[in-house]
Every structure is written in structure tokens, then in C-alpha cells.
T-cell receptor, first 112, second 106 residues
Framework: SQTIHQWPATLVQPVGSPLSLECTVEGTSNPNLYWYRQAAGRGLQLLFYSVGIGQISSEVPQNLSASRPQDRQFILSSKKLLLSDSGFYLC???????????FGQGTRLTVV | QKEVEQNSGPLSVPEGAIASLNCTYSDRGSQSFFWYRQYSGKSPELIMFIYSNGDKEDGRFTAQLNKASQYVSLLIRDSQPSDSATYLCTTDKLIFGTGTRLQVFP
């Protein structure tokens, strides 16, 4: 069966520090991968999605970037965090177009 | 125009009642529609999907799709306090609405 791993679960970082969140998927090949952010009390905002290694699409211009160095690995990064980057970050995978997404457990990031 | 729109709620219903959650979408080309449930502080989990016009039932849940009117709804029968959560609607683009917060009171 497929599983998705996302870490860390919680993170507190100072303003201006770098960020690296990692997500890996097991039990499937060539998944679509997604990064979402959810601000407190708000909906899910799609940040990036990837349909293959090295292929990244950005939905919202911002202080973040994403990379997919391996088929089942998706990384969210920032060079310098802002207070507004605080939120609940969720990684998800899907088998292809017109299919559902399955979410990791999320990382709660607080920028102080 | 947002891809998917939902009333943020909260929607409050008594235990045992039917909860009706609604969602409209803008892309007429959308083929698949998904409902997720998200408990506070947790990640969303898929509860229903629907591809064809009409109703689809799964236990206490019924998803309804009307492509002509571009809306999809979720009915929860015999609502329980454990159903209290935020319900998120999305299309095959996986761009989510803001979600509707449901509160089921005893």
C-alpha cells in the first residue's frame, strides 16, 4: 500500500532563517506531488505541484521554492523565512490527473 | 472568480439531523469532484468522490453532482458529534475551497 511521510511535525524558526521540508512517498511510482499551505482558520492554498522529476509548477508567487530531486521525493524550501510564512504545510500525492490526493500528516511551522 | 467556492460556516446541526454542505466550481471542464474532511489540527482525509451527474451514496454520506449548474454537495445523514469538522470540496485540479465548518451538537 502507498504511504506518504512528511517531517518534521512541528517547527519553530526565526525570521530570516532557511527552511527545508521533506516529503516522500512509498509504494507507488511517478506520483503527482503537491505542497499546500493552510494559514490558521483558512483553506488550503496550493503552492506547488509536480508531475515528474525536475518538473515543478508554482501556483502562487512567494518566498518559497520546491524541488523534486527523485521520483518520490518532494522538498519545500525557503532561503529566508518571513513571519507570513507561518502555517500548516501539507504534502500530498496523487496517482494522476482526475484522481484524488492523499495527504501527509503536515508540518506546523511557526516563524518567530 | 475562485476555482471552488464554499460557505465557510459554521453550519450547526443537532445530532441525528441531516447536514447539507454545498460547493460551486468555475471550470466547466472539471471531471472529478472530491470531498475531504479535516479535523482541527489534522490533515484532510478523503471521504467521497463523484464523477457523474446525480447522487452517489456511501453509508451516511451522499454526494450530489450537477454539472449543468456547476455545483456539488455533500449530505450527511444522522449527523453525529464526531462529524464535527471542516469539509473541503475540490475538483480534479486539486484546488480547494475554503471549507465549511460543521458543528454537530448533542
Amino acid at each position: 500500500s502507498q504511504t506518504i511521510h512528511q517531517w518534521p511535525a512541528t517547527l519553530v524558526q526565526p525570521v530570516g532563517s532557511p527552511l527545508s521540508l521533506e516529503c516522500t512517498v512509498e509504494g507507488t511510482s511517478n506520483p503527482n506531488l503537491y505542497w499546500y499551505r493552510q494559514a490558521a482558520g483558512r483553506g488550503l492554498q496550493l503552492l506547488f505541484y509536480s508531475v515528474g522529476i525536475g518538473q515543478i509548477s508554482s501556483e502562487v508567487p512567494q518566498n518559497l521554492s520546491a524541488s523534486r530531486p527523485q521520483d518520490r521525493q518532494f522538498i519545500l524550501s525557503s532561503k529566508k523565512l518571513l513571519l507570513s510564512d507561518s502555517g500548516f504545510y501539507l504534502c500530498a500525492w496523487g496517482a494522476g490527473s482526475n484522481t484524488e490526493a492523499f495527504f501527509g500528516q503536515g508540518t506546523r511551522l511557526t516563524v518567530v | 472568480q475562485k476555482e471552488v467556492e464554499q460557505n465557510s460556516g459554521p453550519l450547526s446541526v443537532p445530532e441525528g439531523a441531516i447536514a447539507s454542505l454545498n460547493c460551486t466550481y468555475s471550470d466547466r471542464g472539471s471531471q472529478s469532484f472530491f470531498w475531504y474532511r479535516q479535523y482541527s489540527g489534522k490533515s484532510p482525509e478523503l471521504i467521497m468522490f463523484i464523477y457523474s451527474n446525480g447522487d452517489k451514496e456511501d453509508g451516511r454520506f451522499t454526494a450530489q453532482l450537477n454539472k449543468a449548474s456547476q455545483y456539488v454537495s455533500l449530505l450527511i445523514r444522522d449527523s453525529q458529534p464526531s462529524d464535527s469538522a471542516t469539509y473541503l470540496c475540490t475538483t480534479d485540479k486539486l484546488i480547494f475551497g475554503t471549507g465549511t465548518r460543521l458543528q454537530v451538537f448533542p
